[in-house]
């Protein structure tokens, strides 16, 4: 597990013979995540790159406050592989650079890292069934044993969803160790046409966290 990082980062370096190179970046009022809020009660600017190879994608992706809380940004690193047009198995690792933690990147210690490191299945969804699943297990890292399953629906850019998390550890979704339903909620996207050559994308999603007690209401744009 210590040589996920080094091999997260060649697999984002090497390979610039590769077909297709992607980048860009999100402004959101708040950064909500599987029903937990993140970087303070500042808006959040989230920036990604990726390059895909065939059925390959890895990519880099962050999120910071544009308030003065640092808590809780973030930087990742992914590898993902299509198994098939709905099937896909990915690797996330997950790093927490909080202002004024003592994190170090390459610390890579399970009881002082700031890196957890997520295995993750996802389905599409077909026609014959238009249901999106997801199932992501925390594997090492700082936390380990944590799984995430989700449902969501998908129809004229409205979707319904719902998360829950089983076997939680070390209070990393929960408030406590355990099971519970955390992401509850619906999300809306358009595209607004600002020229007869540009349209923005925005965003807007109402979620519930029925474990914390919180509901949060967020929009956002796509640059």
Request: aromatic share 14%; charged share 15%; with cysteine.
């Amino acid at each position: 597990m210590k040589k996920t990082i080094l091999l997260l980062f060649l697999a984002c370096t090497f390979g610039v013979n590769a077909q297709d190179f992607s980048f860009g970046a999100d402004v959101q009022s708040r950064y909500v995540w599987r029903g937990i809020q993140f970087g303070g009660e500042s808006p959040s600017l989230q920036p990604g790159v990726e390059m895909t190879a065939g059925n390959f994608a890895v990519g880099a992706w962050g999120a910071y406050s544009l308030g003065g809380d640092n808590a809780a940004q973030e930087l990742d690193l992914y590898v993902s592989y299509a198994l098939t047009d709905a099937i896909s198995v990915s690797v996330t690792d997950y790093y927490f650079p909080a202002g004024g933690s003592g994190h170090d990147y390459l610390n890579l210690d399970s009881e002082t890292t700031g890196h957890v490191y997520e295995a993750t299945l996802s389905f599409a969804g077909t026609d014959a069934f238009p249901v999106a699943l997801t199932v992501a297990s925390n594997i090492g890292g700082a936390s380990t044993g944590s799984t995430y399953l989700e449902a969501s629906y998908d129809t004229n850019n409205f979707t319904l969803f719902a998360g829950g998390v089983v076997g939680d550890d070390d209070d990393y979704y929960l408030s406590e160790d355990g099971t519970g339903l955390i992401n509850v909620g619906v999300s809306m996207s358009k595209d607004i046409a600002l020229s007869s050559t540009y349209s923005l994308p925005v965003n807007t999603s109402l979620v519930l966290n029925p474990d914390a007690g919180n509901v949060f209401l967020t929009f956002g744009f796509t640059l």
